[in-house]
């Protein structure tokens, strides 16, 4: 049975964390992205179905191209962050699932009877779910991230997506180190009792 995390440690990824939208000038290497990416594919999924396509927008070009589909000041945030992260998701999924979650080989052919839009909703959850740990992954390595909403869906995917079938944006988000002092105060967090229920 695993112990609990120090106090150290549980502020860094949730008490102390904040949504940055300024960076330190430090570059994020490859070598980190693929540390996160080691890091987030452990986060549970449904069947283990991983269904996250993630583009990580390192160069000015995929920037620039990014920014310009986003809405209001999200595309000055792009521009300036290290990297920003584009959490797709594959609608088709479940081809992978054989791979996957191979001990239950029926799996794919119960998939390949639903309409695409079933499936689409468990692929908005579960990479939901793997954007989550996305964050906490690079929290944990000593990043930080302003995940976003705020762009054009479709001109993303057409942009970044179109060799890809099947794949769709969910969510974006940038990443770096943060600026000291640049968030703002921490907003209002609730006691259990108030969105909690015992049952």
């Known amino acids: 049975m695993s112990a609990p995390l120090p106090d150290a440690a549980l502020d860094q990824l949730f008490r102390s964390a904040r ?30 179905s991983l269904p996250a396509r993630i583009v990580w927008c390192v160069s000015d070009e995929a920037k620039e191209k990014l920014a310009s589909l986003s809405s209001g000041s999200n ?12 959490i797709g998701m594959d609608v088709n999924f479940h081809h992978n699932l054989p791979e996957f979650f191979p001990h239950a080989p029926q799996m794919k052919s119960m998939m390949d009877g639903l309409p695409d839009s079933a499936r689409e909703v468990m692929a908005l959850r579960n990479s939901s779910l793997q954007g989550a740990y996305f964050i906490m992954a690079a929290r944990a390595l000593g990043l930080d991230t302003g995940p976003m909403s705020g762009f054009d869906n479709a001109g993303v995917d057409a942009a970044f997506f ?7 944006s969910n969510f974006i988000s940038t990443l770096g180190y943060g600026e000291p002092g640049t968030p703002h105060d921490r907003l209002p967090r609730p ?7 015992l049952a």
Do not use: C, H
Not at 191 to 197: C, E, S, V
């Open 19 to 48: 949504t940055y939208n300024a960076y330190l000038d430090k570059p994020v290497s490859q070598e980190t992205l693929e540390a996160i990416w080691d890091l987030m594919k452990f986060g549970p999924t449904s069947a283990n």
């Open 162 to 168: 179109a060799d890809m079938p099947g794949v769709k």
């Open 191 to 197: 006691d259990f009792g108030r969105f909690n229920t």
């Open 75 to 86: 595309g000055v945030k792009i521009r300036k962050a290290p990297v920003t992260v584009i």
